[in-house]
């Protein structure tokens, strides 16, 4: 097709590096598959019935764009609980990422800015300049813990927004207390909307995670089922926050997603009633497991929550290091310069069976001692 056809912003992103994983993950007979972001277990058979139930009497037109009342109503309870802010707005998204791009579409202009922390969930760099943002980074190595100064730093007038999600995809560093309060109050302080992405809420494993909203109440939330109930393929999200925000995101996913799919609002009001501890405690098994595994050879910052791990690269470049691991030993992992400006460390998830697990360890500890 000729480029003249082809809107500039579509020389904005380069296929995902995650996808050239995938790819090159897919011509393999039997790899050793620590590469994907999402449970390893399937939707819970309670939730698959309320689905199937949803279909088949008939919930399959259009939804109310703000949600259907069976899962808004239940989830906005649930946050009334929580919060008790009186001006706390919820509706249902076409899932997390939905919420997300939303959220810029009401907030950015052109040349507005929007702070984001590296490394990042891919989403948070490449959304700014979809809605003619610019993302400014601040660096959280090697540690991950977000330097409040480095924030204040960066906030300029042009400031819109800030990424946060703690859980963290791609470190599984949780933020603590003292920190979250922190960032909270510099976001009221400075008039700059703190958009928390709290979609592995559900997987903490050494202590809650904490919402901003607690400390600030225009913290807008962005939230999701598809993470916590396995369920990525069915495309189920909310977002609460200030009305005024929320009512406009509403407009926009009236003129864009038009609502989130009917039947599986059915299915994830179904699924808010389950117990997903089980699934948690053998993902915290898990991640004991690996780090385990790699205490000898890697440095790796200890993940509290979601299911990654984010090593240093005992050596080379990401590419380099993920080309051996595919060569060597049918190895999927996910270099780290795809979630940073940084190419020092790479992506694990142990999001998978227990002999794929070991079976990586093995690998990574080969690969750790012997540089091709
Ligand atoms: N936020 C983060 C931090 C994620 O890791 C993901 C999924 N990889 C998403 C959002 C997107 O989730 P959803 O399936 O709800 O769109």
């Known amino acids: 097709m000729s480029d003249q056809l082809l809107a500039d912003r579509t020389s904005l992103f380069d296929t995902s590096g995650i996808r050239k994983v995938f ?10 598959n620590l590469s994907i972001g999402q449970p390893d277990f399937d939707v819970p ?21 703000q949600g259907a009342p069976v899962l808004r109503e239940k989830l906005a309870a649930q946050v009334k609980r929580q919060y008790n802010h009186d001006d706390r707005e919820l509706f249902v998204s076409s899932g997390t990422s939905g919420g997300l791009l939303l959220a810029l579409m009401v907030l950015v202009n052109p040349g507005d800015e929007v702070i984001v922390f590296d490394p990042y969930f891919v ?45 963290a995809n791609p470190t599984g560093v949780t933020a603590d207390d003292e920190t979250v309060r922190g960032l909270a109050e510099l976001a009221a302080e400075r008039n700059v909307v ?21 400390y600030n109440p225009r913290t807008l939330v962005v939230d999701g ?31 864009t997603f038009v609502c989130a799919p009917h039947p599986f609002q059915w299915a994830g009001a179904a699924a808010m009633d389950l117990d997903m501890s089980a699934y948690v405690n053998d993902y915290r098994r ?33 590419l380099e290091f993920v080309t051996a691991a595919i060569e060597k030993h049918q190895l999927l992992v996910i270099p780290g310069n795809v979630f940073s400006r940084a190419d020092t460390h790479f992506r694990i998830s142990y999001a998978a ?20």
Do not use: C
């Open 45 to 65: 058979e309670a939730a698959r019935r309320a689905a199937i139930e949803a279909i088949e009497s008939r919930k399959n037109s259009y939804a109310l764009t």
């Open 194 to 214: 703190l958009i928390s992405d709290e979609i592995y809420r559900t997987f903490a494993y050494d202590r809650p995670p904490v919402s901003p909203a607690k």
């Open 286 to 318: 898990k991640r004991d497991m690996l780090l385990a595994g790699l205490a000898d050879d890697y440095e790796i910052v200890k993940p509290e929550g979601a299911f990654y791990a984010f090593p240093k690269l005992p050596w080379g470049s990401g």
């Open 23 to 32: 790819d090159l993950g897919a011509k393999l007979k039997d790899p050793i």
């Open 353 to 372: 069976d227990d002999r794929v697990i070991e079976r990586g360890v093995e690998a990574l500890r080969e690969l750790a001692r012997n540089r091709p």
């Open 225 to 255: 089922f598809s993470k916590t109930y396995g369920m990525t393929g069915w495309r189920l999200g909310f977002v609460h926050g200030p009305a005024e925000i929320v009512r406009e995101m509403i407009k926009f996913q009236q003129y």
């Open 123 to 167: 989403m948070y760099d490449s959304l700014p300049a979809l809605v003619g943002g610019k993302t400014i980074h601040v660096d959280t190595y090697p540690d991950f813990r977000i330097d409040l100064n480095r924030v204040a730093d960066a906030i300029t007038p042009r400031t819109k927004a800030i990424f946060f999600n703690s859980p």
